[in-house]
């Protein structure tokens, strides 16, 4: 898998905006706080404003730098009650707030001009287990490598999340959280157990509530509304509390799962210059037909996805991993690369590695600085014949300008599908296929030619649905941790559904009402935020 798509799909990038905050603590009766470690550090949040030397970097910690942010201030923050404070300072001045985490976000969500106050929650990133909750607590400002980091090495176990270890958990989470083991083990969301979020209320003071999935618990919607609403919608989370919903005991090695303790893991690659545009689809087509015969819940242990990088690029890439403990793991995986190259005709190069689970996991190489535009799709059935001839003939058209340029497509599913469409804010439980178009640019002059590149295709893919994946027999929409405001533009969607229908179909009604209740000043708001509702 590319360097780019590698950072993207599996690692399931994180919305900026589901961390940060907090003020004094409202429990539901009979549910303690949660408990985190506090690290030394100033009384307050430390100021960082435009002369100080300081303020590039923080502005600069977006990953998408199409989009870079001119807020008056950034509060970095070590604490929730330093966040609480924030908060309500910059409510009491009517300034416009947003929260970045790992910095992850695809879309302007932070860096929009209109915002004046960024709290940067990455200097609280603890990962600790709270015997009182029988839960781990996470900060918000924890990145997925944090994470994983500190669950194996201390308690053995992991949270089923992305793969890219800089993503912050705190967006990430918010929206669902998918990975490479969601098969096995289903959503990083699925594992939620509690949120402790800084909210404002309507007379605009803020405060901080603990919300868990307890069916007593009388801020149970908020907590709901964390299982995939996406992030800067309902105000900052401090704090995650994961434990595995069929999880028994207290032993903190068994509330959450237990990942593999070695990853088989191979790279097949197909040289552009030995495809055309017949064995591109047969290879193609065979790849999403595997898929299809599994069914909804697919093979629990066997992980693949397709970059299929424009042909300036030289290559197309598939990445195959594995349960590298299972005593049939390499035969799994030369059966799945026969079925996949079955008739295809022109021969691949396949590289395997194997590894310790942690090291695999956490293996990653920044790609380096640059802008993009990625625009998704779930599926719930292969494409189309012609939409293979679609992807083909924008993979080979132009030449360098689109360099960088690709459409990853994965599975998606097994345990994730196991899962009622409204138990969690993220419906999307019935999908085979997850797909990210991509067209990155390293300097202001390539923008337009990828920018046309990337949202024809997408438009051109999705022809007989007006130029979008409407909800349906055929899809189940877009993952809201890969946000596109072209969903919300009738330039691109011309389909006359509403962009929320894509992010969250029936789930959003109810995400208006949570929002009414714990924001109803909105102050919390993006160019795709959930709109308070009656």
Request: glycine residues 12%; neutral net charge.
């Amino acid at each position: 898998m590319s360097q780019v798509s590698r950072r993207r799909f599996l690692g399931s990038a994180a919305v900026a905006g589901g961390a940060a905050w907090t003020g004094t603590v409202v429990s539901a009766p009979g549910v303690a706080r949660a408990a985190a470690p506090r690290r030394p550090g100033p009384e307050g949040a430390v100021t960082v404003r435009p002369s100080d030397p300081r303020y590039q970097d923080l502005t600069l910690r977006g990953i998408n730098k199409a989009f870079t942010g001119r807020p008056e201030s950034i509060r970095v923050v070590t604490a929730p009650e330093q966040v609480a404070q924030a908060v309500q300072e910059a409510v009491s001045a009517g300034k416009r707030i947003a929260v970045r985490s790992g910095g992850h976000c695809f879309e302007n969500f932070v860096d929009d001009p209109d915002v004046r106050v960024v709290i940067d929650v990455s200097r609280m990133n603890a990962v600790s287990y709270d015997p009182r909750q029988g839960a781990f607590v996470i900060e918000s400002g924890a990145t997925l490598g944090d994470v994983y980091t500190d669950l194996y090495l201390e308690w053995g176990v992991t949270l089923p999340a992305g793969t890219c270890p800089d993503v912050g958990i705190g967006g990430h989470l918010a929206g669902g959280g998918y990975g490479a083991l969601a098969h096995r083990h289903g959503l990083a969301a699925d594992h939620l157990y509690g949120v402790e979020v800084v909210v404002v209320d309507r007379s605009g003071r803020a405060r901080t509530v603990l919300a868990t999935r307890n069916p007593g618990d009388p801020n149970r919607d908020l907590w709901w509304a964390h299982t995939g609403g996406g992030g800067g919608n309902f105000g900052v989370v401090t704090r995650y509390l994961v434990r595995s919903a069929d999880a028994k005991g207290n032993d903190p090695a068994t509330v959450l799962p237990r990942p593999p303790g070695k990853l088989l893991t191979c790279s097949a690659t197909w040289q552009w210059a030995d495809l055309n545009e017949a064995s591109f689809s047969r290879l193609v087509r065979n790849f999403m037909t595997w898929r299809e015969q599994k069914g909804p819940t697919a093979d629990l242990e066997l992980n693949a996805g397709f970059t299929l990088n424009h042909a300036i690029n030289g290559q197309i890439e598939l990445g195959v991993s594995i349960d590298g403990t299972l005593s049939d793991a390499q035969q799994r995986i030369d059966a799945y690369l026969a079925a996949v190259s079955q008739g295809v005709g022109a021969k691949y190069t396949a590289t395997p590695s194997s590894g310790p689970w942690l090291r695999k996991t956490l293996y990653y190489v920044y790609p380096g600085d640059y802008s993009f535009k990625n625009k998704d799709v779930l599926l719930r059935r292969a494409w189309t014949d012609q939409q293979i001839t679609t992807i083909h003939r924008y993979l080979t058209q132009g030449g360098a300008e689109h360099y960088g340029a690709q459409v990853f497509v994965g599975h998606y599913g097994g345990k994730v599908n196991t899962v009622a469409p409204s138990a969690t804010a993220i419906p999307h439980r019935n999908a085979l296929f997850s797909a990210v178009f991509e067209a990155p640019w390293f300097s202001p002059e390539q923008a337009g030619a990828q920018l046309g590149w990337v949202r024809s295709l997408y438009r051109d893919v999705h022809a007989d649905t007006g130029g979008v994946p409407v909800p349906g027999p055929a899809y189940s929409g877009c993952y809201i941790n890969y946000p596109d405001t072209d969903i919300a533009d009738p330039a691109w969607n011309r389909s006359g559904v509403p962009w929320h229908a894509f992010y969250y179909q029936d789930n959003y009604p109810r995400l208006q009402r949570v929002k009414a209740r714990w924001d109803p000043r909105n102050i919390f708001h993006h160019a795709l935020s959930v709109e308070p509702g009656a």
